[in-house]
């Protein structure tokens, strides 16, 4: 069971009505008769309130609704079993479908994308304009990021916060696969609810280069640039170790990082390479890590071979092209071409 934080009603009751999740009619109206917080709205009668211009019995319903919420809150009675029942509570059919799909939270895959499926494609399936689905969109995550809706979200980011400090601050994707299945998700992919609990709040839940971590982004920032240093002042690849060392010798507030965060880290890095053996090189030293898978190849070796080798040692998402080979066969000087295609280490 996920039970929501409990705070007092005088702390809801100063809630602003622009973001306290409201609908944008009982805003706008009780705003137009210079109401202007929670509390202004949830102590006012009824038979005032049906007064006002646009605020009808539905609406009145949504208030008493609210006021109940409320009430469950601050007493600390406010559980929830899944996270549909967070979004039912805020969202209309038509929002959370459409939520669903640019997050992508039925996709099969590990992975995420902020763009899973475009404005386009969301509108030719649910016969809409482009534009329509983008105000949808616009007013779902405004719903969904309420300050009703994050208070009801709190004890889930808690829980996923708590799940990512086991595997020591930081988790990829894949490490999600453990979340996979569980009841509170009801089906949805866990990278992408991640994703969209990092959209709707990045303080609570931080997001670098498709990783997620509850590290402070100032300090996750820190990390991959003394880990670019360490690579930069070498000259040549170095072990995860090699690295570790050196940012706790620059920074030894950063030494809270152990082997496994910092190896998740540094195999996100986009212009890093990263070796199945974990060694660790800027693209523009891929020159020495070539070097080194030929020197386990027969040689001379065609291009296209060496180019094999390249990406067998590597991490998949670190794999690169021919060409990208090629270059540095051709240009470096730890090479020579001996054939129509094929290289040698040079003496």
């Not at 306290?20 to 709205?41: C, E, I, M, Q």
Request: charged content about 25%; proline content about 3%.
């Amino acid at each position: 069971m996920f039970v929501v934080e409990s705070i007092t009603r005088s702390e809801m009751d100063q809630w602003p009505l622009a973001d306290s999740g409201f609908s944008a009619r009982v805003v706008n109206a009780a705003s137009a008769a210079g109401l202007t917080t929670v509390g202004d709205v949830l102590h006012a009668p009824d038979g005032f309130l049906l007064d006002l211009r646009s605020i009808g019995i539905r609406s009145i319903e949504e208030i008493h609704f609210f006021r109940q919420l409320a009430d469950d809150i601050a007493s600390g009675r406010k559980v929830f079993i899944t996270l549909q029942e967070v979004f039912d509570l805020f969202l209309d059919d038509e929002e959370m479908t459409v939520l669903e799909k640019r997050v992508g939270l039925r996709r099969a895959d590990m992975d995420v994308s902020g763009n899973h499926m475009t404005l386009q494609e969301i509108g030719n399936e649910m016969q809409r304009t482009r534009e329509r689905v983008r105000q949808v969109e616009e007013v779902a995550r405004t719903k969904i990021n309420s300050r009703m809706a994050r208070l009801c979200l709190s004890p889930f980011y808690l829980y996923v916060r708590s799940f990512i400090e086991k595997c020591g601050g930081v988790v990829t994707c894949g490490d999600l696969s453990d979340l996979d299945g569980q009841a509170w998700l009801t089906g949805y992919n866990p990278c992408a609810v991640l994703l969209l609990l990092h959209q709707l709040n990045p303080a609570r839940l931080a997001m670098r280069h498709m990783i997620f971590t509850t590290r402070d982004s100032m300090e996750t920032q820190a990390v991959e640039h003394h880990a670019v240093a360490a690579l930069r002042d070498a000259g040549h690849p170095l072990s995860l170790a090699d690295i570790q060392q050196f940012i706790h010798q620059q920074n030894n507030t950063l030494s809270g990082w152990s082997e496994q965060a910092l190896k998740r880290l540094l195999d996100a890095i986009p212009g890093l390479l990263a070796t199945q053996d974990e060694l660790y090189a800027l693209e523009d030293q891929a020159d020495y890590v070539i070097r080194r898978v030929m020197e386990q190849e027969s040689l001379p070796a065609h291009y296209r071979v060496i180019t094999k080798a390249f990406n067998n040692a590597v991490l998949s998402n670190h794999q690169k092209g021919s060409g990208f080979t090629l270059k540095i066969l051709n240009t470096s000087p730890l090479f020579i071409k001996t054939g129509r295609g094929t290289y040698d280490l040079a003496p």
